[in-house]
């Protein structure tokens, strides 16, 4: 009797086990092997609900079973973070070496198709920066989370903003330097990249930074590009441009983008959100000067309009999440304020993405704004010309140009 309980238990956490997998995997994968794994979740399921039928006390076998499938999805969960979605940058071995720099644009970016392995690297990036609740232990959940939202953004407009820039540094450069791209969140990956300058021959990278700020991940760039120059056994000098809070050409796009959509109507009839990107607090605590950056890059812009009538009060800054004040707030205090226009900025974006195309505009659809109330949006500045103005006075900081 004890050796048939033994087995019972045995099968259910087996069972348990195998469906926290199943359920952790199907969260995460895509295409034919997402319906594979829900298959088997099923699978197990019915396997579950056989094993207890004739059991008249269920709850003890009901406890060990979702114990056993709570351990499984934990398993899962150790096992992606110990392997993460690292790109594979094969052997790297240059016909011949370079004197010159190269240059590597280094923008946040964003992976606009669903795969498991850039969603894997995605996440895992925001998880060593301890951004967007990224954690071990709810990595399936926040895949899951992504796949629904990637498929409500413009890929066009995520991907042709890039090629853009790209295009227009390469013309102000004119091939005097070698110019790669890459992104932070998606293709073209740094360590890719970085491969690629490798075996071009360069033995000097200067990193240029389309950011606002550096931090939280300044870190995990650093880490991504010394392991591959690492891996190659090259000698390489790296080096980084400034981040981008404090040029004014940037301030100058936000205030001109303004005055533009807001022309035909009086300053002191018009509310205006910057929107922050907010981060947590372990985060905000261990990168004080950052946040200080960041505030310093929303006040400039507020003082920037407030000169051409703005008023002061009708300038709010909020925060996509974890800070006050939120979104929500903000435009609710605009709108008690008597404007006739509000005009949402996303002042700590650099590009188009997630944020920008699906959850912003979910917030904003939550607020019900009067039909008379026009409500404008300001997107990143992308592929501005201003930009490029300030990413080549970045240049000339560093002694390249």
């Known amino acids: 009797m004890k050796i048939e309980l033994r087995s019972e238990a045995l099968s259910l956490i087996l069972i348990g086990l195998l469906t926290g997998i199943f359920a952790a995997a199907a969260m995460m994968l895509h295409g034919i092997w997402h319906i594979v794994t829900i298959a088997l979740l099923c699978i197990c399921f019915f396997i579950f609900v056989f094993l207890i039928k004739k059991r008249q006390k269920k709850l003890r076998a009901v406890l060990i079973f979702v114990g056993a499938t709570v351990l499984g999805y934990l398993l899962y969960c150790v096992l992606i973070c110990a392997f993460p979605g690292r790109i594979n940058v ?10 010159e720099a190269a240059i590597l644009l280094l923008s946040p970016g964003e992976i606009t198709e669903y795969q498991y392995k850039s969603a894997l690297y995605r996440l895992d990036i925001n998880r060593q920066s301890g951004v967007e609740g990224v954690k071990w232990w709810n990595t399936p959940v926040k895949a899951l989370q992504l796949r629904k939202n990637i498929k409500r953004i413009d890929e066009y407009k995520c991907l042709q903003a890039g090629e853009n820039l790209y295009n227009k540094l390469n013309e102000e450069l004119k091939g005097d330097f070698g110019l790669y ?11 890719t990249v970085v491969g690629d ?15 606002l700020v550096e931090q939280p991940y300044k870190e995990v760039v650093d880490e991504k590009i010394l392991r591959i120059i690492e891996k190659s056994g090259m000698d390489a000098e790296v080096l980084f441009t400034f981040p981008l809070w404090n040029h004014d050409a940037l301030v100058s796009y936000y205030e001109q983008s303004i005055l533009e959509k807001t022309q ?16 947590g607090k372990k985060v905000r605590e261990k990168y004080p000067q950052t946040v200080n950056h960041e505030q310093v890059f929303y006040d400039k812009i507020k003082e920037s309009i407030m000169k051409n009538g703005y008023e002061s009060r009708k300038i709010r800054i ?3 999440r974890h800070r006050q004040l939120g979104i929500g707030d903000a435009v609710e205090y605009l709108l ?16 188009s993405g997630i944020d920008t195309e699906w959850l912003l505009p979910k917030f904003l659809g939550r607020i019900d704004v009067p039909e008379h109330i026009d409500t404008v949006i ?20 560093v002694d390249v140009l």
């Open 336 to 351: 008690d304020s008597g404007i006739s226009k509000l005009v949402i900025v996303t002042a700590g974006f650099e590009n």
């Open 264 to 279: 035909e109507i009086s300053p002191e009839q018009v509310g205006v959100v910057l929107v922050a990107r907010g981060t």
């Open 318 to 320: 909020a925060y996509l």
């Open 378 to 397: 300001i997107g990143p500045w992308g592929d501005s010309d201003l930009l490029v103005r300030a990413l080549m006075d970045r240049l000339d900081m």
């Open 197 to 211: 300058m490798l075996k071009d021959g360069y033995n000097k990278i200067i990193v240029l930074n389309n950011l």
């Open 90 to 99: 094969g052997e790297i071995s240059p016909s011949d070496r370079k004197d």
């Open 181 to 191: 791209s890459a992104n932070l969140f998606g293709p073209p990956f740094i360590e």
